[in-house]
T-cell receptor, first 114, second 116 residues
Framework: AQSVTQLGSHVSVSEGALVLLRCNYS??????LFWYVQYPNQGLQLLLK??????LVKGINGFEAEFKKSETSFHLTKPSAHMSDAAEYFC????????????FGTGTRLTIIP | GAVVSQHPSWVICKSGTSVKIECRSL??????MFWYRQFPKQSLMLMAT?????????EQGVEKDKFLINHASLTLSTLTVTSAHPEDSSFYIC????????????FGEGSRLTVL
């Protein structure tokens, strides 16, 4: 079975500061990992995905994530937070590329302090 | 990217009535659609997977007769909440992939159901 754990249900950072959202995965096979963002009362938007091509993945809106097998982690970062980054972020895992049945983490709510 | 649209965005209904939520892929043929349920401040829970022209595959614990899913065409899947009760109030989100977009999921905007 696969699972992801997001550490910290709420994260607050000052505008301009580094954003770090943590995600650890558990998988019996090489995982495919995703980060999604959800704004209030909206669906999910894909930020980035890891499909084994490169360990450092760059996404939209200045976000990136690094796949670290030794740490079973896929943390999401952004060098400088913007007010518009305030949202809910979900890490997700699937077994293989093409099998899009995703298992989501519990989510992290990011608050940006002016 | 591809666009997935849900309708309605908001729906309020009386207890005991049925509600239908539509999920459409606007610019691609969705061979597979997924329905998720999201409780307030919680994650998304997969309810079922539907493939065009075949019966939906429900996740464990999801009542098939309660949540009827139909995927009659490559661009439309519907979720019908039958005999709705207040505990069915939730945010329902669909996602789809297929055609040129196989390997990537696209999510609808979600539908908030409130049962009085």
């Amino acid at each position: 079975a696969q699972s992801v754990t997001q550490l910290g249900s709420h994260v607050s950072v000052s505008e301009g500061a580094l954003v770090l959202l943590r995600c650890n995965y558990s998988s019996s096979v090489p995982p495919y990992l995703f980060w999604y963002v959800q704004y209030p009362n909206q669906g999910l938007q894909l930020l980035l995905k890891y499909t084994s091509a490169a360990t450092l993945v760059k996404g939209i809106n200045g976000f990136e994530a690094e796949f670290k097998k030794s740490e079973t982690s896929f943390h999401l970062t952004k060098p400088s937070a913007h007010m518009s980054d305030a949202a809910e972020y979900f890490c997700a895992v699937s077994r293989n590329f093409g099998n899009e049945k995703l298992t989501f983490g519990t989510g992290t709510r990011l608050t940006i302090i002016p | 990217g591809a666009v997935v649209s849900q309708h309605p965005s908001w729906v309020i209904c009386k207890s005991g009535t049925s509600v239908k939520i539509e999920c459409r892929s606007l610019d691609f043929q969705a061979t597979t659609m997924f329905w998720y349920r999201q409780f307030p401040k919680q994650s998304l829970m997969l309810m079922a997977t539907s493939n065009e022209g075949s019966k939906a595959t429900y996740e464990q614990g999801v009542e098939k007769d309660k949540f009827l899913i139909n995927h009659a065409s490559l661009t439309l899947s519907t979720l019908t909440v039958t005999s709705a009760h207040p505990e069915d109030s939730s945010f329902y989100i669909c996602s789809a992939n297929g055609g040129l977009y196989t390997g990537e999921l696209f999510f609808g905007e979600g539908s908030r159901l409130t049962v009085l």
